[in-house]
């Protein structure tokens, strides 16, 4: 069975620091694929980064950035230099199966994060 | 439309009613999803629609659960005989090919 743990429940960070989100996920399928999505307080879940399994790469996105390390079974995601608009849910997904991307997606159960000015 | 676009945005309903959640996915995306969201159980999976496949109904709490989808298109996520315990945010997302997810605002849910 798939599962996707967040360990960190709430975090606050002063503006400017950096901040990195936690991710450990288990599942048995050989292929997969790993999500991080956003929630900021309007409440509509907004796509982030999908990754697959085969490709461990890290990506860089401006401020964001993601290290997914199969060894560890991790996927962890780094805001740098945070500023008040990245107060938001983070929420971390994977869907397993050849159907990759287009099979359901099991949630952790995310994390909060508050930057204050 | 540009986006997952879901109605209504808000549903106050009383015990024992049914209620008739609308999905209408991005143009052209084949998969739609619904999820439920609430604050003692998280982001759950309810069902999946793959084009003309049989749906994926694994999520689905109860048989009081039902989701049809017409034409490849617009999805109806049902409810009968709420419960206070389906109070929560109902979201849909849709798909296309290998490409990610994307979700509606929602409708929230709240059962008197």
């Known amino acids: 069975a798939q599962k996707v743990t967040q360990a960190q429940t709430e975090i606050s960070v002063v503006e400017k620091e950096d901040v990195t989100l936690d991710c450990v996920y288990e599942?048995?399928?050989?292929?997969?694929?790993l999500f991080w999505y956003k929630q900021p307080p309007s409440g509509e879940l907004v796509f982030l980064i999908r990754?697959?399994?085969?490709?461990?790469q890290n990506e860089i996105s401006g401020r964001y950035s993601w290290n997914f390390q199969k060894s560890t079974s991790s996927f962890n995601f780094t805001i740098t230099a945070s500023q008040v608009v990245d107060s938001a849910v983070y929420f971390c997904?994977?869907?397993?199966?050849?159907?990759?991307?287009?099979?359901?997606?099991?949630f952790g159960k995310g994390i909060t994060l508050s930057v204050r000015p | 439309g540009a986006g997952v676009s879901q109605s209504p945005s808000n549903k106050v309903t009383e015990k024992g009613k049914d209620v008739e959640l609308r999905c209408d996915p991005i143009?052209?995306?084949?998969?739609l999803y619904w999820y439920r969201q609430s604050l003692g159980q998280g982001l759950e999976f309810l069902i999946y629609?793959?084009?003309?496949?049989?749906?994926?109904k694994s999520g689905l709490p109860s048989d009081r659960f039902s989701a049809e989808r017409t034409g490849g298109s617009v999805s109806t996520l049902t409810i009968q005989r709420t419960q206070q315990e389906d109070s929560a945010v109902y979201l849909c997302?849709?798909?296309?090919?290998?490409?990610?997810?994307?979700f509606g605002a929602g409708t929230r849910l709240s059962v008197l």
């Open positions: 997904a994977l869907s397993e199966g050849r159907a990759g991307a287009n099979s359901k997606l099991t």
């Open positions: 599942t048995r399928d050989t292929t997969y694929y």
């Open positions: 990754r697959n399994s085969f490709d461990e």
């Open positions: 143009s052209g995306h084949t998969a």
């Open positions: 997302a849709s798909s296309s090919g290998l490409a990610a997810q994307y």
């Open positions: 629609f793959q084009g003309n496949s049989a749906p994926d």
